[in-house]
């Protein structure tokens, strides 16, 4: 299909947007969090409501709930009707209500907001510039257990939202072959190994992690009655050398290898295949940037690249699944089966080549 030349009027309104976008998303998350946009739904049947109505009741000033509804409005999540009252937008709902969004708008704001800033400084020097809004620390991973709370919690939210849906597929694929020891690397807080456990009474699970996390995922399973079949070990895959034990029947990463430079994931695969035998099996779970049905969705992990350049890593991000493919083979494996899971994620079961 041949597409439209945009007009220059609807580029110039899309440029404006864009250069205003910080004072969109920080009007959203105030209407958010101040209650407003619940207010106004949830009054919805009234025919809108006034700004007066809407400060007396949420006990904030007209001036502060007009400047934020003025906005709202030119951004469209909020419209006025005839009477001057305000009625939600289906942009100013699904904002408000649906999950995803508000998984991404709270990673954005708490986690990521202060950092993006230095976005300029960390393309220029290959280290996570942004960092330091958030810790004194490397690599966001070194300081995850450290962060603010409410920091932490929107971290581990928008992690787990793109994780955990896949949970029950995924089992169904590596416990089919009945592994007896499993090792989970960049286990996190320990929920893929508990689940793991549940499914299968049978299997143990080592979390090969850095300290931090390794700490949390092990005081998670013992909270399950779990510690006498989940064990971990500490590993910094940025060492010049790291090594895991032999001996595991599976080796599971679940969007872990994203978090690495295409230096380092080869790194840390060859150090997989030097501890596999020819029945290991590897499992690489990813969400690829070329294997997007929808747009939004590769808006979304183009995003989240982003993120590991100004804040995680550095020389991270999002891969199209034709990189890591070359990777997997470079690193001395063989790619022998390639399978869709859900909606936007991707499996590589891997084996050591002959």
Same mark, same amino acid.
């Given at each position: 299909?041949?597409?439209?030349? #945009?007009?220059?009027?609807?580029?110039?309104?899309? $440029?404006?947007?864009?250069?205003?976008?910080?004072?969109?998303?920080?009007?959203?998350?105030?209407? #958010?969090?101040?209650?407003?946009?619940?207010?106004?739904?949830? +009054?919805?049947?009234?025919?809108?409501?006034?700004?007066?109505?809407?400060?007396?009741?949420?006990?904030?000033?007209?001036?502060?709930?007009?400047?934020?509804?003025?906005? %709202?409005?030119?951004?469209?999540?909020?419209?006025?009707?005839?009477?001057?009252?305000?009625?939600?937008? #289906? &942009?100013?709902?699904?904002? +408000?209500?649906?999950?995803?969004?508000?998984?991404?708008?709270?990673?954005?704001?708490?986690?990521?907001?202060?950092?993006?800033?230095?976005?300029?400084?960390?393309?220029?020097?290959?280290?996570?510039?942004?960092?330091?809004?958030?810790?004194?620390?490397? &690599?966001?991973?070194?300081?995850?257990?450290?962060?603010?709370?409410?920091?932490?919690?929107?971290?581990?939210?928008?992690?787990?939202?793109?994780?955990?849906?896949?949970?029950?597929?995924?089992?169904?694929?590596?416990?089919?072959?009945?592994? #007896?020891?499993?090792?989970?690397?960049?286990?996190?807080?320990?929920?893929?190994?508990?689940?793991?456990?549940?499914?299968?009474?049978?299997?143990?699970?080592?979390?090969?992690?850095?300290?931090?996390?390794?700490?949390?995922?092990?005081?998670? %399973?013992?909270?399950?009655?779990?510690?006498?079949?989940?064990?971990?070990?500490?590993?910094?895959? /940025?060492?010049?050398?790291?090594?895991?034990?032999?001996?595991?029947?599976?080796?599971?990463?679940?969007?872990?290898?994203?978090?690495?430079?295409?230096?380092?994931?080869?790194?840390?695969?060859?150090?997989?295949? %030097?501890?596999?035998?020819?029945?290991?099996?590897?499992?690489?779970?990813?969400?690829?940037?070329?294997?997007?049905?929808?747009?939004?969705?590769?808006?979304?992990?183009?995003?989240?690249?982003?993120?590991?350049?100004?804040?995680?890593?550095?020389?991270?991000?999002?891969?199209?699944?034709?990189?890591?493919?070359?990777?997997?083979?470079? $690193?001395? /494996?063989?790619?022998?089966?390639?399978?869709?899971?859900?909606?936007?994620? &991707?499996?590589?079961?891997?084996?050591?080549?002959?």
């Amino acid at each position: 299909m041949i597409k439209k030349p #945009k007009r220059a009027i609807d580029a110039l309104q899309e $440029a404006q947007t864009i250069a205003f976008a910080p004072f969109v998303f920080q009007t959203a998350v105030s209407l #958010k969090r101040l209650g407003v946009f619940n207010y106004i739904f949830e +009054n919805r049947e009234k025919g809108g409501v006034g700004i007066d109505e809407i400060a007396s009741q949420l006990s904030i000033s007209e001036y502060g709930i007009g400047v934020l509804l003025e906005m %709202a409005e030119s951004s469209g999540l909020v419209t006025q009707n005839e009477a001057y009252k305000y009625e939600l937008t #289906k &942009t100013g709902y699904f904002l +408000n209500y649906d999950k995803t969004v508000n998984v991404n708008l709270n990673f954005t704001h708490d986690v990521c907001y202060k950092g993006l800033f230095h976005l300029e400084d960390a393309i220029k020097t290959g280290t996570p510039s942004g960092l330091k809004e958030l810790g004194d620390w490397k &690599t966001i991973y070194d300081g995850l257990s450290q962060l603010p709370e409410q920091v932490q919690r929107s971290w581990f939210d928008f992690d787990h939202h793109y994780s955990d849906d896949i949970f029950t597929e995924a089992l169904d694929k590596v416990l089919a072959s009945k592994p #007896k020891l499993l090792f989970d690397i960049g286990g996190n807080t320990g929920k893929f190994a508990i689940c793991c456990c549940k499914r299968d009474p049978d299997i143990h699970i080592k979390i090969i992690d850095l300290p931090g996390q390794l700490n949390k995922a092990l005081q998670n %399973a013992k909270k399950h009655g779990m510690e006498t079949r989940i064990s971990g070990q500490e590993i910094n895959w /940025l060492d010049s050398d790291p090594q895991i034990p032999a001996g595991a029947d599976t080796i599971w990463m679940s969007q872990f290898l994203d978090c690495f430079s295409e230096e380092e994931i080869l790194k840390i695969l060859r150090s997989c295949v %030097a501890s596999m035998d020819h029945n290991t099996e590897l499992y690489i779970t990813e969400t690829f940037t070329d294997r997007q049905k929808f747009d939004n969705a590769k808006f979304v992990l183009e995003a989240t690249s982003i993120y590991f350049t100004a804040l995680a890593n550095g020389n991270s991000k999002m891969y199209p699944s034709t990189v890591m493919i070359d990777l997997v083979e470079k $690193a001395g /494996l063989s790619l022998v089966e390639d399978v869709p899971l859900g909606e936007f994620h &991707t499996i590589l079961v891997c084996k050591k080549k002959d």
